[in-house]
T-cell receptor, first 113, second 119 residues
Framework: DSGVTQTPKHLITATGQRVTLRCSPR?????VYWYQQSLDQGLQFLIQYYNGEERAKGNILERFSAQQFPDLHSELNLSSLELGDSALYFC????????????FGPGTRLTVT | AQKVTQAQTEISVVEKEDVTLDCVYETRDTTYYLFWYKQPPSGELVFLIRRNSFDEQNEISGRYSWNFQKSTSSFNFTITASQVVDSAVYFC????????????????FGKGTKLSVIP
């Protein structure tokens, strides 16, 4: 158990809908990262937050957004969902802003039908 | 640009055999970090090891060992006397500067190597 929690574990929704994925980092970790894992793209970095502020952006679509709250939990919002958004979404946390070892949550499997 | 290549897509070995997973990376950064993660069938990503670019000492942890060679930009992972529980997808990753965000870094992952250990 990495100490990172993610909810929900599974999510099934229809195209065009909007969903919110939630992540709680390990106790004491200020950085939260979001990743998307799909069969064709592999593991892709989406976005990073540090202590409530956006720190880095990767291959995140404009339809996707995230935020980190004062209690350090983070949410990833996915809107206007398409079939291709079906993937496993991971949250990770680390103690520093840099990518020292990141500890990953169990992931949320999103299926868009 | 940062890149991690894991040329072996899938490997099958018989239990108790040794197996080496290859990882080759590209970066222009002089200071960087390399990682290995394990993703068992249950899906979670488990951190295995971190290595920084200044430390070329090989590391051994039980049946696992890592060979870092800066000259060939490789960071290979060997499992000795493999066991069925080692069956998983293994990812090599490189700490790299993010596309945006001054001074920020991101993990760039290889495509992974799926290891199947047959009893």
């Amino acid at each position: 158990d990495s100490g990172v929690t993610q909810t929900p574990k599974h999510l099934i929704t229809a195209t065009g809908q909007r969903v919110t994925l939630r992540c709680s980092p390990r106790s004491g970790d200020l950085s939260v990262y979001w990743y998307q894992q799909s069969l064709d793209q592999g593991l892709q970095f989406l976005i990073q937050y540090y202590n409530g502020e956006e720190r880095a952006k990767g291959n995140i679509l404009e339809r996707f957004s995230a935020q980190q709250f004062p209690d350090l939990h983070s949410e990833l919002n996915l809107s206007s969902l398409e079939l291709g958004d079906s993937a496993l979404y991971f949250c990770a946390s680390s103690a520093l802003t840099g990518s020292y070892e990141q500890y990953f949550g169990p992931g949320t499997r999103l299926t868009v039908t | 640009a940062q890149k991690v290549t894991q040329a072996q897509t899938e490997i099958s070995v018989v239990e108790k055999e040794d197996v080496t997973l290859d990882c080759v990376y590209e970066t222009r950064d002089t200071t960087y970090y390399l990682f290995w993660y394990k993703q068992p069938p249950s899906g979670e990503l488990v951190f295995l090891i971190r290595r920084n670019s200044f430390d070329e000492q090989n590391e051994i942890s039980g049946r696992y060992s890592w060979n870092f060679q800066k000259s060939t930009s490789s960071f290979n992972f060997t499992i000795t006397a493999s066991q069925v529980v080692d069956s998983a997808v293994y990812f090599c990753a490189l700490r790299a500067r993010a596309h945006s965000g001054a001074g920020s870094y991101q993990l760039t992952f290889g495509k992974g190597t799926k290891l199947s250990v047959i009893p």
